[in-house]
C-alpha cells in the first residue's frame, strides 16, 4: 500500500520535520544564514539550500540582508516571513477588554482597548469583544479575516461539561448558556478561552522565569488571588477547570468562608488578596495610603513597603509574606514544586525584597522547598500568554508542510 502523507519516515513527513526545526530556530535566534541553518540541524548545505528555496516559495521565510564584517564573501540572512499568520488575544477584566494581534514572529502589531464598565447583558458583551478585537486588528492594518485563532483569557474558567463560566461571579454578562455559541456564531476564526492565570504561567514558561522548568506554580496576585500549576510541562486544569482557584482555600488566620460561590471569596483571598493589603495597612497605622481601585492601592503600598526600610513598613511587608507563605505552603506540600513564581502587580511590586521574605517563610512552613522567582514577564502577562497560545496553535497549523 503506498505511503500516507501522515506517514512517518515518509521523505515528506522527514522534510516537513527538517522544515518546522529550521522555522523554530529562525524564531529562536532571528536571521540565519543557509550556513547556520544547515550546522544547527545537521542538514548538509545543498538540502538546507532546498529547505530554505522550499519555505520562500511557500511564503514561510523571507531573505532579509546579509552577513557583514566577516572574512569572505557577505551570506544571505533569511527570517521567518511576519505576513505568514497572524494570531489574536484577548484579556477580559471586569472593567475593560484588551485585544492585541500578533504576527507569526511574536511581534505585537496592534492593540486596543474597550472599557466595559457597570452591568453587562450577553449582547453587550459579544459586542465589546468584536469591538476589542475590531480595534486591534485596525491598528495592526488587517481584516477580521486575516486572524487565524483567537485566544480569550477570562477570571474563573468555562465549565467543560456545561460550557458556563465558574468562579467568576464579579464578571457580569460572561455567565449566560448562550455565550459561547454566540461568540462563535460573531467571530470567523477558531476561538480558545482560558483562565487568565493560567495563562499568564503560559508566558512565563515560554518567555519568562520558568523557561525549562516541567513542574512549577505561578501564584497570581492583583485583581484576584489565584494559582497556575504546570505538572509535567502541562497546565492541570482539573475537572471543571477551577485548579489552581486558591483564593477560595480555608487558611489559618482567616474566619471560615462558606458559601465561597456567592461571596466570591474564600479565606486566602481575604487573608492576602489584594483587597487585605490596604485594610492591613491601615491596621498597621501606614501613613500617607492612597486611594483608587484596591488592586492599585495594594501595589503601591507594597512597592513603598520595599523601599521604604522604616519599622512599620518592614511590619506591612514581613506580614504580608507571612500571610502569602501560609497558603503557598499548603500548595507546596501537596505539589512539592520544583519552582514557585510569584506574578501580579500586587507581588511583582515588592521585587526581590519580598521574594525572600516570603522564601524564608515557607521555608518553615512547608517540609519541600522550591525555588521562590519573581515573574521576568511583568508587561501585560495575561495578553502575552492569551498570544503565546495562540500563536502556538496558528504555527503548528501554518508551519506544517506535509501537507
Do not use: C
Not at 526545526?21 to 532571528?30: E, F, S, T, V
Not at 479575516?145 to 467568576?168: C, E, K, N
Not at 515560554?206 to 497570581?220: I, K, P, S, T, Y
Not at 513597603?305 to 519599622?311: G, I, K, L, P, V
Amino acid at each position: 500500500m503506498a505511503a500516507t502523507a501522515g506517514t512517518p519516515g515518509t521523505p515528506r513527513v522527514l522534510r516537513a520535520m527538517n522544515d518546522r526545526a529550521a522555522l523554530d530556530l529562525l524564531l529562536a535566534h532571528g536571521p540565519l544564514s543557509r550556513t547556520r541553518i544547515g550546522k544547527l540541524t545537521g542538514l548538509s548545505k545543498p538540502t538546507a539550500s532546498q529547505l530554505l528555496a522550499r519555505l520562500e516559495a511557500a511564503g514561510l521565510v523571507l531573505a532579509t540582508g546579509t552577513t557583514e564584517g566577516r572574512p569572505g564573501p557577505n551570506a544571505q540572512l533569511y527570517e521567518v516571513n511576519p505576513a505568514a499568520a497572524y494570531a489574536a488575544g484577548l484579556d477580559v477584566t471586569p472593567e475593560r477588554v484588551l485585544a492585541a494581534v500578533a504576527d507569526a514572529t511574536g511581534r505585537t502589531v496592534g492593540t486596543f482597548e474597550v472599557p466595559t464598565p457597570g452591568r453587562k447583558t450577553t449582547g453587550a458583551v459579544v459586542r465589546q469583544v468584536t469591538d476589542a478585537l475590531d480595534g486591534a486588528v485596525k491598528a495592526a492594518g488587517l481584516t477580521r479575516g486575516d486572524v487565524r485563532r483567537l485566544v480569550v483569557a477570562t477570571p474563573g474558567a468555562f465549565d467543560p461539561t456545561t460550557g458556563r463560566l465558574r468562579y467568576a461571579s464579579h464578571l457580569p454578562g460572561w455567565h449566560a448558556p448562550a455565550l459561547l455559541d454566540d461568540l462563535a456564531a460573531a467571530l470567523p476564526m477558531p476561538v480558545e478561552y482560558e483562565n487568565d492565570v493560567n495563562l499568564a504561567a503560559v508566558a512565563e514558561q515560554r518567555l519568562g522565569a520558568a523557561r525549562g522548568h516541567e513542574d512549577f506554580v505561578l501564584l497570581w496576585n492583583e485583581g484576584g488571588l489565584g494559582a497556575a500549576l504546570v505538572l509535567g510541562g502541562r497546565l492541570h486544569r482539573g475537572w471543571t477547570g477551577g485548579a489552581g482557584e486558591v483564593g477560595f482555600l480555608p487558611v489559618p488566620g482567616a474566619p471560615l468562608v462558606r458559601q465561597v460561590t456567592k461571596a466570591n471569596s474564600g479565606g486566602y483571598q481575604e487573608l492576602a488578596g489584594s483587597q487585605a493589603l490596604p485594610r492591613l495597612a491601615r491596621e498597621l497605622g501606614v501613613p500617607g495610603i492612597p486611594s483608587g481601585p484596591y488592586a492599585e492601592v495594594a501595589a503601591a503600598l507594597v512597592a513603598r513597603a520595599a523601599a521604604e526600610d522604616t519599622a512599620v513598613h518592614r511590619l506591612l511587608l514581613q506580614t504580608y509574606a507571612t500571610r502569602l507563605a501560609t497558603g503557598l505552603a499548603s500548595l507546596v506540600s501537596v505539589l512539592d514544586p520544583e519552582l514557585v513564581v510569584l506574578s501580579g502587580a500586587s507581588l511583582t511590586a515588592g521585587g526581590d525584597v519580598l521574594r525572600a521574605l516570603v522564601q524564608d517563610e515557607l521555608e518553615e512552613l512547608a517540609a519541600s522547598r522550591p525555588k521562590l522567582v519573581m515573574s521576568d514577564v511583568t508587561e501585560r502577562p495575561v495578553l502575552r500568554g492569551a498570544l503565546e497560545s495562540a500563536l502556538a496553535a496558528t504555527r503548528d497549523e501554518v508551519f506544517d508542510t506535509s501537507r
